[in-house]
């Protein structure tokens, strides 16, 4: 069964330093998102992709976000300047049209 | 605005009994519902969803739900449990306009031996 795919798994990075988490989505898969969850809490939209271009953003994805599918294949979520609060684990996931999502398993961010 | 509500953070329920986990929900127009399970440190893992037809929905795992539109609840059961369930258990609805899942904030699901 396909998959999405999200590496690394787990990454620690030093406050105030550039992250690109990357995820390749099913091949034939038309719309993504990045979703993240702080330890033990629900589940927060971050943003959906389709087309090239951001579709809807939630209020979490400020100017230290953003997305791009730089090759046609992966999908990256990169946090500029991280801080210690966006220590989470960030879930990718892609869409077919008119289907439902398939979620990757996720990257824990750690930002110490 | 579409919303989901967890009512419990912890669900404990001794190995071989039934057990439900809650949800209820609050949306304009048809409700697209979903369950899906965490366990520790891995993804989010489909269990199964609502979208139309039957009321009792039945997933992975030997999971199934049941859509109560007057009580607006989408509340997850299995008949026997077992000690491998205990997982954190998230219901979510899909934003019919823009495929957005709101989820909910989870109930921890605890199967005593």
């Known amino acids: 069964e396909p998959e999405v795919t999200q590496t690394p798994s787990h990454q620690v990075t030093q406050m105030g330093q550039e992250v690109i988490l990357r995820c390749v989505p099913i091949s034939n898969h038309l719309y993504f998102y990045w979703y993240r969850q702080i330890l033990g809490q629900k589940v927060e939209f971050l943003v959906s992709?389709?087309?090239?271009?951001?579709?809807?953003k939630s209020e979490i994805f400020d100017d230290q976000f953003s997305v791009e599918r730089p090759d046609g294949s992966n999908f990256t979520l990169k946090i500029r300047s991280t801080k210690l609060e966006d220590s989470a684990m960030y879930f990718c996931?892609?869409?077919?049209?008119?289907?439902?999502?398939?979620f990757g398993s996720g990257t824990r961010l750690t930002v110490v | 605005a579409q919303s989901v509500a967890q009512p419990e953070d912890q669900v404990n329920v001794a190995e071989g009994n039934p057990l439900t986990v809650k949800c209820t929900y609050s949306?304009?127009?048809?409700?697209?519902l979903f369950w899906y399970v965490q366990y520790p440190n891995r993804g989010l893992q489909f269990l199964l969803k609502y979208i139309t037809g039957d009321n009792l929905v039945k997933g992975s795992y030997g999971f199934e739900a049941e859509f109560n539109k007057s009580q607006t609840s989408f509340h997850l059961k299995k008949p026997s449990a077992l000690v491998s369930d205990s997982a954190l258990y998230f219901c979510?609805?899909?934003?019919?306009?823009?495929?957005?899942?709101?989820f909910g904030t989870g109930t921890r699901l605890k199967v005593l031996a």
């Open positions: 979510a609805v899909r934003d019919g306009g823009t495929y957005k899942y709101i």
């Open positions: 996931a892609s869409q077919p049209l008119g289907d439902d999502y398939t």
């Open positions: 949306v304009s127009g048809n409700p697209y």
């Open positions: 992709f389709y087309n090239n271009e951001i579709s809807e």
